[in-house]
């Protein structure tokens, strides 16, 4: 197998060394094979944090730098409209472009080969030792190394690849990954992002080389950052609301305006199947007439966005080197409790319309726009602005737009709640009516 | 393999480095080089204009030419948009149409000014919504005063989901009486720069039928625009990258307005947006979120006096059509985690992390200690022996900034002048007052604080067309063959777009559209 998968890697002309320096020293890796390759060129970094500073608030000067290794290439995932019987195992299959975490692989370069996810791994901290990856944190550095695996299925392609922390505020040019003004990777190689999270909020991450395709293709991903007022301690006043050592804001708000229980990305994105199928097939990309049939939630359409889960995709067919992988790991399945308050962290990434999202029969209150707290700018002597949220049960975000809204399930009767688009001939799976942009809010006693 | 990363050198070394690389891509890519003529918003002061309605063809980036109609300034050249007209506020407004579009469909034209009360139109003939004008003679005058600041629309009256698409519309800026670089009447709307982003769409296949004269009869006896479907988009009547050429340039005869917007750190930037098309489109601005203060043409105040208080942060601004929104915003490299001037300490680098003691201390006590108006601040007896004697450091307002807009990146400097006593000055970054000075000892700031990672070999990556080759501002570095090119002043370039993704093409051509670059220049670029 492994002979195989080497295979597939030179068959796309690549030429790579995993290191993994970094990798290696977590739990259960395996020192990669260095001595097969050339020279050294996907190269993890991330530096130990040694500045002394506790600069994410928690207490632990030396816990701050976070890392994360992501491959970018091609791969395949399952529209909603897929065959459930398993007589027809093709159906549903679609052809992305996307990222893959590969961060505690000990053959990164091997794994995210037609690896693509859909949506992309949310980005997370990984920490050697820390066992599992936690969300990120305000404070926190990030260390996010990605590798260009290639594209498997297009040899004649030799496209570089980015990512685009969209949203960073005040951003240098050389971590932003537009690639016009900035670098991109090519195959076979690693380029490490450096980001200072210094803002909490709901951002978004894609791929900006060749922007209308490689994101119409898929490299898309949801991204947040937690604040630092979680971590205040305990009775710490905050106006006339004191917190308390466990609760969970979406902003550093400085009134427990935005406390919340549970939170939940979702994020909107749709697919243009003939693009897609143009791009497999090797055929000229009509991006005048794009027009996506696929609206999904966090990468499925209905009734898939309810599935716990993880979806399967059919590489096997085009790729027999490889083994079918799970693609869609995530779903779009809401559960909070009566009486709790569910934070949504809504993204859309949509690359041809503006979507109206709607939940039937809940409340929400947005907060939170652009990653930041919904409030006016300060007054004069830095006097907090004026919270601006309002209460709405929809809200409407175009490509590159997030919103946070936090819906209060006190008093609420229990049972499924449907969180849907209210442009209702986009609850559909291209042809399949009865599905797309919709999942459920499941409100437990 | 790591990089390795040089400081800054001259435009001439720069321009010197080019010449052994890449002169043949520098001969052949001239035109975008040149740095703009203006950088503030072109158009037409004075209050009293004469427009002619005319028709013309429009060119995109793709090699397109598409036959469009538009406002002219008096009897020159139809332009796409129309000429932006800049008044102050109170002034009399008076343009005086005529009609010269020799076409079937273009019997009448107008104007209406959507945000202005009390307009008057004399003369012509009158139609649905205002008076119009016939190539049969006959201009219209129409006069308001222009009562309220802000960013506005004009379009034509007549059959206006056929001419605005055609072309007929454009922008109307009027300013607060008294305060140029003020968008409204209140401080917090100062800029150092302002720039218009007229967004428009365009389904090339009406222009094709109105050219030949077959447009109503596909869909006789009404004019259809139900099938309309963009497959180009425009910024100030120009396709993506043509937005980033000269203003007014030769090659482009109807389409004289750029989209070349850029400031240097710390400056506050206006940002006129404009929804003059049919579909809503989601800009994102690159860099660094933007403030929202006003939509069509009124302040987001609470209360009369209290400035913008209503206004919201956020990183892609939906401009619908119809819809004016004006937005601030700023850049200053706040927070970054390394020195994006690539400053150095004692002509060495500084290592990629740590801070000495005196940093740390600085960060820690001085920075939340110091308040908004200090101008002098005393530690605790004892403690100021912790500090070199000549201790100078600089750091960013204390406090909580929000460094997306505003004043946020006010710098102070802090000397030690007795034993436990330190002046604090202030200013703005990388101004003359404040400038690096070796032997300084930076601390919050992330002043001397190398590049936290190796970058890739140059074996490895792609450069684009505006990377310097080096990571920092006002840097430079080599770069293979081919590449980088058109960033002569080691600026940061960040894309302006339309998210919407289909939207940044010229029909099935990528990269272009509704695109533009905004550059953040090094402090020592003068932008006009």
Known sequence: MIANRLGIVLLAGILMVSLGAWADNLPGAKRPRTDLYGPESVLVQCPPDTDGIDTDGDGNPSNDNVCMHLTAGDGFVKTADRDRTGAIPEQGDIYTFGFSDVTLSSVPDLDGVCGAEFPAPTLVGYRAGAGSPEPLREGQKLYLTLTNVGMVMRGDLFDPHTVHFHGFPNASTIFDGEPMASISINMGASLTYFYNLVEP?????????????????????NLYVLPKQDKLPDGTL?????????YKYAYNDGDGSTKYDVDFPIQITSFDPNFHNADLSIQPLNFAYMNDTYPMLNGRGYPDTVLNAPIMNNRKAYRPELLNKPAQKVNARVQAAVGQKLLLRISSLATTDFYSVKILGLSMKVVGRGAHLLRGPDGPGGTPGKNLYYDTDTITLGGGQTSEVILDLAGVAPGTYYFYSSNLNHLSNNLEDYGGMMTEIEVIP | MSRAISKGRTAMNRVMTFGRSGVLVLGALALFLSIPA?????????????FSAREGFISTADGGSFYCWGYANGAGVMQFPGPTLIVNEGQVVTVTLTNAIPH???????????????????????GLLTQEASTAGGAVTYTFTA?????????????????????LVGALVVRPAGHPTWAYNH????????YLFLLTDMDPRIHELMELNQFPKITAPTKDSSSWWPTFWFINGRTGPDTMADAFVAWLPNQPYNCNPRSKPGETVLARMLGAGHDSHPFHTHGANHRVIARDGRMLESTPGAGPDLGWS????????????????SWSGYGMGWDIYGHQLGGTNLPGHGFDAHEMYAQSTLA???????????????????FPAAFRAILYQAGAPDPDTGTTPEVVMVSRTGADTFTIGRGKESTTALAWAAGSILAYTDHGRGLTVSLPSQQTIANGQFVSGSPFLGGSGELPPGEGGFNINGGLYFMWHSHNEREIVNDNTFPGGMLTMFVVEPPWVVIP
């Open chain 1, 201 to 221: 909020g709901t951002f978004m991450y894609h791929c900006h080389v060749e922007a209308s395709e490689h994101m119409q293709m898929g490299m898309l991903g």
């Open chain 1, 238 to 246: 905050l106006g006339s609301f004191t917190h308390h050592t466990g």
């Open chain 2, 38 to 50: 203006s950088a503030t918003i072109d158009g037409l002061s004075g209050g009293t204009y004469a």
């Open chain 2, 104 to 126: 079937a469909l273009g019997t009448k034209v107008s104007l209406v000014f959507p945000g202005q009360e009390a307009v008057v139109a004399t003369g012509g003939t009158a």
């Open chain 2, 147 to 167: 009562s309220q600041p802000g960013t506005y629309l004009y379009h034509s009256g007549t059959s206006p989901e056929l001419q605005c698409e055609m072309g």
């Open chain 2, 187 to 194: 401080s917090a709307t100062a800029f150092d720069h302002e």
């Open chain 2, 314 to 329: 956020d990183f892609t601004a939906t401009i619908s059509p119809g819809e004016t929104m004006d937005a601030l915003w």
């Open chain 2, 368 to 386: 939340s200690a110091i308040t908004p108006t200090d101008t002098a601040i005393t530690v605790p007896a004892g403690e100021g022996a912790r």
